[in-house]
């Protein structure tokens, strides 16, 4: 440490003072004693005494400095003001006015800035760069995260392992933004610089999501495929995580087989999947699946021994009433018609049994099998099923776009039954709905509809009116014929 000048005068001149002091006190013999008498000495014998002063080597030694600079009170106080100015001096930080003002005097002279932040503090600015991005990214900010993110991962001082981090948030960000094309590169970019990361498994099942999502179905499988192959390496701690992570890449490796149309490579995986005794595994999803797979190939007693299974074993399920679609259906095509009925009937009437269900998901069910069926039995002549089936559905909405149309076909199949009077009746009931239609929107469905209940309604009064007519002349006919076949 380098003192100034006059501070280490000062601190010289008392010191030396102080030893001559001590000198004195020491040896009394040869120290400066004041004259007993004011009397003076002879010049003679002023020049006969011989002062005999320590050596310059003596004066110098330890015993002399260091007794006064140690234990002198003047010497103690004049150290301890120089220490304490100096540890002051060097305590006291930079003013903050000056770092965050740095650019005043970056003239470009030196080649880092006058008050550049050391490593340690830039790798821990990195690090809150990304625990804000990803604050950032789970309130959906992702635009803001994404830049921050690229920040850190193209700032020189950033760990590899922060940078490792900041990749694979990137990739998420860029997903949760729906950005796929560039989700995919990210995930890409991940796999090729970290190999044999823990996350790689992870990271192929959500590059095969998004391969599907994008209709690269055979990205997708090569990707689910990684997956079981990745997993393989695992980390025992880890074994409960990896095991979930093969489980739903099989179930998605099935899922894309169905989504080709290759149904009986998704029973096949999906029959597999089923036999597990996993835990982790969610049943009532891939039976449906089985169901779907193998309604499409027309397996009907297949379709109605898993259907009959699903309803069974996964009561108030959300896939219950496309169940039951595919289990009448089944039962339609082998001509158990009554038990197909009994499955329709179930759907119409077990909405109101599971009101914890999305009601527009049953009412589209609802809609769908019942007219499907009702129509069919018209056509085969089954009138009274059918009847039944419309009056059923004429209850699931009470829109006109829905309500009207049902209310037709009931007419006609009371026309059919030979009940022209209750026929009368449904046509009569659209036509008393007609004004208040007219004053909304145009719909020229329901219009066409009308008109037609307006023409059958006619054609059964014209019937009647006529059938009324023609009594007494058929009357009259028998009569005759009667009294010419008497004797």
Known sequence: MIRSPIRLGRTLTVTWLLGGL????????????????????PLAALASVQPTLPAPTELLSAPYLTTVSTNHPAVLATNRLAVSETNEASLIPVSPALIESAPIVNTGTLRNPLHAPDVEDRIESCRLQLEAARQLRRENRTAEATAL???????????????????????????????????????????????????????????????REMGAHTNALNKFFGVLSSSLAVKYERLDYYQRLVLQAQAEIAETHLLQGRYDEAVFNLQRLLKLESPHLNRSRVRFKLLQALAQLERDAEVIAQGTEFLRAHPGEAEEPEVRFLLATSFKRLGRNQEALVQVLQLLASQANNPDLPPEQWRYWQQRTGNDLANRLYQEGDYQSALLVYQQLAKVSSAPAWQLPVVYQIGLVFEKLKQPARAYEQYDQILTQAPALSTNAPNPNLQM???????????????????????????SASTTNAVAQLP
């Open 22 to 41: 001590a000198l004195a006190s020491s040896h009394p013999t040869r120290g400066l004693e004041a004259p007993a008498t004011t009397t003076r000495p």
């Open 149 to 211: 993110l690229t920040t850190v991962i193209g700032n020189p001082v950033a760990t590899e392992e922060l940078k490792r981090q900041a990749l694979l948030e990137l990739a998420v960000a860029a997903h949760q933004a729906g950005l796929l094309a560039r989700a995919q590169y990210l995930y890409a970019d991940y796999v090729h610089r970290h190999p044999g990361d823990a996350n790689v498994p992870e990271v192929l099942l959500r590059q095969g999501l998004l391969y």
């Open 449 to 475: 509809l009308i008109d037609m209940a307006k023409w059958r309604r006619g054609f059964i009064m014209w019937q009647t009116n006529a059938e009324l007519a023609s009594q007494p002349i058929l009357l």
